[in-house]
């Protein structure tokens, strides 16, 4: 069964830190990008930051604070989420590209085709 397991959320302050962990299994992705997500309540879901061969890709909104890596022998994508701001609230959801081998970072939701269940991260003030 090919399926994506999020981990790492939480409850933090602001100004603290989480890492999410995407890891996969029952295929290797090593080929696709890989993007996280997030979505807060009442609000669609937007792109946070995506990795592909050629590096990672962010929103404006995390840039800076953000950094999305990935280890191919672990089939695992990480999110490392610096100086957190309560704005920074939602659950996080990691996908995998439905086109292989792609060179750059889709940043749409439709572009995607295979998804974590999430994991909640809380940013209290």
């Known amino acids: 069964q090919v399926q994506l397991v999020e981990s790492g959320g939480g409850l933090v302050q602001a100004g603290g830190s989480l890492r999410l962990s995407c890891a996969a299994s029952?295929?290797?992705?090593?080929?696709?990008?890989m993007g996280w997500f997030r979505q807060a309540p009442g609000k669609e879901r937007e792109f946070v930051a995506g990795i592909t061969w050629s590096g990672g890709t962010y929103a404006d909104s995390v840039k800076g604070r953000f950094t999305i890596s990935r280890d191919n022998a672990k089939n695992t994508v990480y999110l490392q989420m610096n100086s957190l701001k309560p704005d920074d609230t939602a659950v996080y959801y990691c996908a995998v590209d439905r086109t292989v081998g792609r060179g750059y970072v889709p940043a749409v939701v439709h572009e995607y085709d295979l998804w974590g269940q999430g994991t909640q991260v809380t940013v209290s003030s």
């Open positions: 029952g295929r290797r992705f090593s080929n696709y990008a």
